[in-house]
């Protein structure tokens, strides 16, 4: 192998980088288009820390690996059309890095022959009404709460209130989130396909994420992450945080077939547009360039009048 190719074993995300910049395309030989790589770069992020959870490699994993991802807070939400992207994605690196000697073998390849593109998408998954108040009575500040308990209550609140993706809630930070302010808002830095945007904090969210950001001060906790690993600073598992909502949500008896940070998400979205605001303006919130998203929530809207 050459050193290019080595670079896979050493740091497969500069490696991905630079050969989605010389070599990479699509079915029909084209280069991709500059969005659609930054897309594929967040993708494979995220497919290389699920490998480096679970002590695998892009030269190591095989399918119990690939299914093991769909298994993952963040991942278990996802629509067949997305899971497809990430086969056909895993598909193209396999192949390549068969190729150049990194790997024996393509775990995704039967995955992508035996898989279809859904010929319709699943309902997005949301709160009722009833259901999305009985949980902004749950995010507030509770007498005796303990810490972890106080965080776990702001972290929902947080999703709960701003819309934001799993990882943009992990990786917020203390100068991004600002309760105290006039209106309090949350700035979301840009990152991948997504540019810097602020974010109005919803009224119900204010009192416990004031009240976590006076508390963290008080608290021995390393770096600036709004919410952290206290002994380390690094930021909160994706596991660990589809383990809090899902709590959240079964203590005020909502269960679904998806109980991740996406159902606090979808439920913010509808949340607006059913106070009225137009699918252009909450789609620039949740940071999509799309309407997409707010279309098809829209659409459960539509159908109960």
Known sequence: MT?????????????????????????????????????????????????????ATVATFGPDHIDTFWQAPDARGYS??????????????????????????????????DGQWPKAEPDPIYLPE???????????????????????????????GTGVTA??????????????????????????????????LAAFAVPILTEWCVRRRTLPVVGDLVFSLQASGEPITDMSLGKIVRAALLAIDFEAQDMSP??????????LLLAGRNRDEVSKLLGLASTRTC???RATIDAQL
């Open 80 to 113: 067949t059309a997305t899971r497809m992207r990430y086969l056909k994605l895993l598909d193209r690196l396999c192949r390549h890095l068969v190729a150049i000697g990194v790997r024996k073998s393509n775990p995704a390849g039967q995955l992508v022959r």
């Open 130 to 160: 009833d259901a999305d108040a009985r949980l902004q009575v749950w995010v507030q500040p509770h007498a005796g709460d303990d810490p972890a308990d106080l965080r776990n209550r702001a972290i929902v609140a947080l999703f709960l």
């Open 295 to 297: 279309d098809r929530i």
């Open 262 to 271: 996406r159902v606090l998400r979808n439920t913010y979205c509808r949340r």
């Open 3 to 55: 050193p290019v190719d080595t670079l896979w074993l050493t740091n497969p995300t500069l490696a991905y980088a630079d050969w989605q910049r010389r070599e990479a395309a699509g079915a029909d030989r084209r280069p991709f288009a500059a969005r659609s790589i930054i897309q594929h770069q967040a993708m494979f992020e995220h497919f290389r820390r699920h490998l480096l959870d679970a002590d």
């Open 167 to 200: 990882l943009e809630g992990r990786t917020a930070r203390r100068e991004d989130l600002q309760p105290d302010a006039a209106p309090p808002y949350l700035r979301v830095p840009a990152h991948g396909a997504r540019d810097t945007r602020t974010i109005p």
